[in-house]
């Protein structure tokens, strides 16, 4: 076990770092951990949710996003600058984001590549 988190400290730190809040976000799974489909119940139908319709359970169940398996659901988000997603590296869980339009940045390489 490494490190547990939560959804709401994710964006909280982005928050923090860019200034801004998501507006929409997509949670979903994919066949790599569909076994963890009925520990999300309230998400796993890949439907768009308005920041203000995500349920507090959805974003404070704890999980941890230390290596291992990836024990979240995959997320896609979009706030006015950005566009964010769930990223792990052997299990590491993060959110990671890139702008949303066209703008010099630090590109990265999702997977653990920097």
Same mark, same amino acid.
């Given at each position: ?5 939560? #959804? %709401?400290?994710?964006? *909280? ?5 860019? +200034?801004?809040?998501? /507006?929409?976000?997509?949670? +979903?799974?994919? &066949?790599? @951990?569909?076994?963890?489909? &009925? ?19 959805? $974003?404070?169940?704890?999980?941890? !996003? ?8 995959? $997320?896609? !988000?979009?706030?006015?600058? #950005? ?8 299990? /590491?869980? &993060? $959110?990671?984001? $890139?702008?949303? @339009?066209?703008? *010099?940045?630090?590109?990265? %390489? !999702?997977?653990? +590549? +920097?």
């Amino acid at each position: 076990m490494g490190y547990t988190t939560n #959804f %709401r400290e994710w964006f *909280a730190n982005f928050t923090e770092q860019t +200034g801004e809040t998501p /507006s929409q976000i997509v949670f +979903g799974f994919s &066949e790599w @951990h569909d076994y963890r489909v &009925e520990e999300w119940p309230e998400i796993n139908d890949n439907r768009m949710w308005w920041w203000d319709e995500i349920p507090a359970s959805v $974003l404070d169940r704890r999980f941890d !996003a230390g290596y291992g398996s990836t024990d979240s659901p995959n $997320l896609c !988000a979009w706030s006015k600058s #950005f566009v964010l997603f769930s990223d792990d590296y052997d299990g /590491s869980e &993060e $959110l990671r984001w $890139l702008p949303r @339009h066209p703008v *010099a940045h630090q590109p990265i %390489r !999702a997977g653990g +590549g +920097g």
